[in-house]
């Protein structure tokens, strides 16, 4: 992993080490693998169609931060925890025209999707995007990667599918924000979205569960719903 990649959080999880990192991914070191949830290409496309106003831009920032993330963390590459594409509405040329040239810029770049909800609606990728799918769970290792955070029998789950957040208070009264977060219970791991445009869901974590916030450059351990910031 690049040394200059700040703001990550090394945590051991099923006797791996995993990098929760700020953009809202897992990195998996022993096995040079990047792990992305939600993503939703697509969505902002899928808005449009329906007539609503939604600012450009967002496939082609998604897509940057990734080959960011491929860069400083030398993964070789790439399992999507679900729900790559948003919707049969999103599936625009110049969208995938944006994610081909990205794709034929990380040719060497393995790259599987864990089928979401999402991709069943929406179909598949391309097959000349060179992304392997499959249902999920996908055991490897001591995990299973999955998109809907189900437990599994003798196995810790990794999964996205609901956006987690947490509401923490700033320093002023009355000053809330909800982050994104990555949520850890004790048999199923959840990924935040790494899309810009997908909302989130607040969680309830239960006695024993680890959970980190993404705020702003860092991920940072969150203490419950009243920690507060800046």
């Known amino acids: ?13 099923a006797g791996e080490e995993l990098l929760l990192l700020p953009d809202r ?31 450009p831009g967002t496939t082609a920032a998604a897509l940057s931060r990734l080959s960011k993330l491929l860069v400083n963390t030398n993964a070789e590459r790439i399992v999507f925890l679900g729900d790559f594409l948003h919707a049969a ?35 598949d990728p391309p097959t000349e995007l060179g992304i392997g799918v499959v ?15 189900a437990a599994v029998e003798g ?7 609901i956006h987690p957040c947490v509401t923490v208070r700033g320093r002023g009264r009355g000053d809330r924000e909800r982050l994104a977060c ?4 004790a048999q199923v791991g959840v990924l935040p979205a790494f899309g810009e445009f997908t909302g989130c869901a607040e969680i309830s974590p239960k006695d024993g569960d680890r959970v980190w916030v993404v705020a702003g450059s860092e991920v940072i351990a969150n203490e419950g719903k009243s920690r507060r910031t800046g």
Do not use: C
């Open 1 to 13: 992993m690049n040394a200059s990649f700040t703001g990550a959080v090394r945590t051991t999880v």
């Open 25 to 55: 991914a897992v990195y998996w070191p022993s096995h040079a693998t990047l792990l992305v949830a939600d993503p939703h290409f697509g969505k902002a496309a899928a808005f449009r169609f329906a007539g609503l106003f939604v600012p």
């Open 89 to 123: 509405e999103g599936r625009s040329a110049q969208m995938f025209s944006a994610v081909a040239a990205w794709r034929r810029s990380h040719a060497a770049i393995g790259m599987t999707l864990v089928r979401g909800n999402h991709d069943r609606r929406a179909g």
């Open 135 to 149: 249902d999920g769970p996908r055991v490897e290792g001591p995990f299973a990667l999955a998109h809907h955070p």
């Open 155 to 161: 196995l810790y789950v990794l999964a996205g599918h």
């Open 182 to 185: 990555f949520w850890f219970g």
